[in-house]
């Protein structure tokens, strides 16, 4: 099984900040890598799709980026409403796996 | 719009069985693989099963092998979940979505499995 592991699992900065959220995969999944945002009692929300391509209606200061087998979700000039958990996604192969989470507060 | 709405969920007993529905709309359900994922009360989430678009490949976490059947009736647009045999560590919210990966979820049902 491939296992993806999610670094940090919190953090916390403050408004207009930008923050990098890392996940590691144990062996070579290509681009088939996405990000999701899940806030309190709802179903998560897609961001990245393909490593880094940007979901729709999703702003610009989302970004994802590869490199090698390492993934990243960076966040430029975090605002107040991207409080929340978020969670990579490998679905190169079954069993498909999810990073352990990082939850993210804003100061 | 795309929609899909989980149903059937509630508290059932130790051993025995539960079945959840999906129902899809928005789309042409017949062309798209899809998935259930759950996510235990606090913790992350976990893929639980996959069904290829025409329902003859099927594929289970581990843990819910032999137990977990996910079946699909693409007259009717609706996505399975039969639960057999059902444990504590079952408990979760379950979501149906439109392949892994997607940007599309439903709204996710509640199972408690407990005595």
């Known amino acids: 099984d491939i296992q993806m592991t999610q670094s940090p699992a919190s953090l916390s900065a403050s408004p207009e900040e930008i923050v990098t959220i890392t996940c590691q995969a144990s062996?070579?999944?290509?681009?088939?890598l996405a990000w999701y945002q899940q806030k309190p009692g709802k179903s998560p929300q897609l961001l990245i799709y393909?490593?880094?391509s940007l979901a729709d209606g999703i702003p610009s200061r989302f970004s994802g980026s590869r490199s090698g087998t390492q993934y990243s979700l960076k966040i430029s000039r975090l605002q107040v409403e991207d409080t929340g958990i978020y969670y990579c996604?490998?679905?190169?192969?079954?069993?498909?796996?999810f990073g352990s989470g990082t939850k993210l507060e804003i100061k | 719009e795309v929609q899909l709405v989980e149903s059937g969920g509630g508290l059932v007993q130790p051993g025995r069985s539960m079945k959840l529905s999906c129902a899809a709309s928005?789309?042409?359900?017949?062309?798209?693989?899809m998935a259930w994922v759950r996510q235990a009360p606090t913790k992350g989430l976990e893929w639980v099963a996959t069904?290829?678009?025409?329902?003859?490949?099927?594929y289970y976490r581990d843990s819910v092998k032999g137990r977990f059947t996910i079946s699909r009736d693409n007259a009717k647009s609706t996505l399975y979940l039969q639960m057999n045999s059902l444990r504590s560590e079952d408990t979760a919210t379950y979501y149906c979505?439109?392949?892994?990966?997607?940007?599309?979820w439903g709204q996710g049902v509640m199972v408690t499995v407990s005595s």
């Open positions: 979505t439109r392949e892994m990966g997607s940007a599309y």
């Open positions: 928005g789309f042409t359900f017949s062309n798209y693989g």
């Open positions: 069904i290829s678009y025409d329902g003859s490949s099927t």
């Open positions: 062996q070579d999944i290509g681009n088939w």
């Open positions: 393909s490593a880094t």
């Open positions: 996604l490998q679905r190169y192969s079954n069993p498909f796996t």
